[in-house]
């Protein structure tokens, strides 16, 4: 089956300065990559998604990439403000969308100092 | 418009109890799929329900059971319940399961004792 692996598991930085996420996955017919961020106590909420027909993907100040080649792809967030410190978690499917078959990495813990 | 609602959002149970969780979509999606999320594994998939069928299914043992309704209502259902059971279990739904955004429910905290 997939395996999505994610890293780092915690990510500091400064407010203001960009953070990168990383997660490469095993399975090469996955076509969906969804990004969903969690804030503490809360439902995971989709901040942005890929699929497998496009390298980029970009929503104001969050971009996602994917490089079917390597298998992996990268969440950018630009400008981080406070509001952005959650866990982030990626995944991958074979369904094309949804929440149908979603394998999830561990999630990387974003932590913004002010 | 209403979102993912699942109830209850808290469950204490005693092991080799049996629990049922509802999960009631976004009005008019038809796509539900359940999660198990813990603080060792994180979130894993344990079905799909379109329809009222089952079309896909993760790697958990078969204690593990769900069904939908014809008004798309899910249920899950955990029989001989395990101190491992122990985690926050998640229903997703989307309008199908292809090309569609899904949203998350609050989800159900169970802790079994």
């Known amino acids: 089956g997939e395996n999505v692996e994610q890293h780092p598991s915690t990510l500091s930085v400064q407010e203001g300065d960009s953070a990168v996420i990383k997660c490469t996955y095993s399975d090469s017919a996955s076509n969906y990559f969804p990004w969903y961020k969690q804030e503490l106590g809360k439902r995971p909420q989709l901040i942005i998604d890929?699929?497998?027909?496009?390298g980029e993907k970009k929503d104001q100040r969050i971009a996602v990439t994917l490089n079917k080649t390597a298998k992996h792809f990268s969440l950018h967030i630009t400008e981080t403000q406070p509001e952005d410190s959650a866990v982030y978690f990626c995944a991958a499917s074979l369904s094309g969308g949804g929440a149908d078959g979603l394998t999830f990495g561990k999630g990387t813990h974003l932590i913004i100092q002010p | 418009k209403a979102g993912v609602t699942q109830t209850p959002r808290y469950l204490i149970k005693t092991r080799g109890q049996q629990v049922t969780l509802s999960c009631s979509p976004i009005?008019?999606?038809?796509?539900v799929s359940w999660y198990q999320q813990t603080p060792g594994q994180g979130l894993q998939f344990l079905f799909e329900y379109f329809s009222e069928t089952q079309r896909n299914k993760g790697n958990f043992p078969g204690r593990f059971s769900g069904r939908q309704f014809s008004n798309s209502r899910s249920e899950m259902n955990v029989s001989t319940l395990e101190l491992g059971d122990s985690a926050l279990y998640l229903c997703a739904s989307s309008l199908n399961a292809a090309n569609t955004e899904a949203f998350f429910g609050q989800g159900t905290r169970l802790t079994v004792v």
């Open positions: 890929i699929r497998s027909n496009v």
């Open positions: 009005s008019g999606h038809r796509s």
